[in-house]
């Protein structure tokens, strides 16, 4: 069965401090991994996108690696701030086209002043 | 910069009427989608279309239909609303892009709740 478990469910960091959110995924075949942010009542928007031979890729303080190997994926964010709260979600297609999206239930990140 | 909106940020139905979602985006995608959010789950996919008057089934179509008559356009109805249906729904659209992958951008999502 096609699954992304994400961890930790939520965290809660102080302002300015990194964090690292991880992604596990049992999907076949696999075209591509993406984490979205969605902040509190809004839609999700897209932090990065890669493809099964990209192991890394950033935007801004987002760093998102991809083992595809061990099928692992991880976000970090460096430098954290009050905006970065929010739920980071994991996701996983199946295809190139956009039609087979596998979603992780995603991580609760809270940034304490 | 694209834009997907949504008819309503908020709506509140009573069981068993009928409700409309509609979904407008303005950067001529070819595929939009519906899906629903729960607290503890993922997204899940209710429709697609990637054309205009062609859908796709998803994952959880029951209960619900769809329209799609102009290509910004793609509207949710559910026929006989119920309880079960409260939920976050969010509209999405994307490009063909012949690459490797087709980004999605998400409306501000609705907040339906039938009571």
């Known amino acids: 069965k096609n699954q992304v478990e994400q961890s930790p469910q939520s965290l809660i960091i102080l302002e300015g401090k990194n964090c690292t959110l991880q992604c596990n995924y049992t999907v076949s075949p696999f075209s591509n991994l993406r984490w979205y942010k969605q902040d509190t009542g809004r839609g999700p928007v897209s932090l990065t996108i890669m493809t099964f031979s990209e192991n890394t890729k950033s935007n801004g303080r987002y760093t998102a690696t991809l083992d595809a190997d061990t099928k692992q994926s991880s976000l970090h964010i460096t430098a954290s701030q009050l905006s970065d709260s929010a739920s980071y979600i994991c996701v996983v297609s199946a295809s190139p086209r956009d039609y087979q999206l596998i979603w992780g239930a995603g991580t609760k990140l809270i940034i304490k002043p | 910069d694209v834009k997907v909106t949504q008819s309503s940020r908020y709506l509140v139905k009573r069981t068993g009427e009928k409700v409309f979602l509609e979904c407008v985006q303005d950067m001529d995608h070819e595929n939009m989608f519906w899906y629903r959010q729960d607290p503890g789950l993922g997204l899940r996919l209710i429709y697609f279309s990637y054309d205009v008057k062609m859908k796709e089934k998803g994952d959880i179509p029951e209960g619900y239909s769809v329209s799609r008559e102009k290509k910004e356009r793609f509207s949710l109805i559910l026929e006989s609303a119920s309880t079960n249906q409260t939920s976050m729904y969010l509209c999405?659209?994307?490009?063909?892009?012949?690459?490797?992958?087709?980004?999605?951008?998400f409306g501000p999502g609705t907040r339906l709740t039938v009571l």
């Open positions: 999405a659209s994307s490009r063909t892009s012949g690459t490797l992958y087709n980004e999605q951008f």
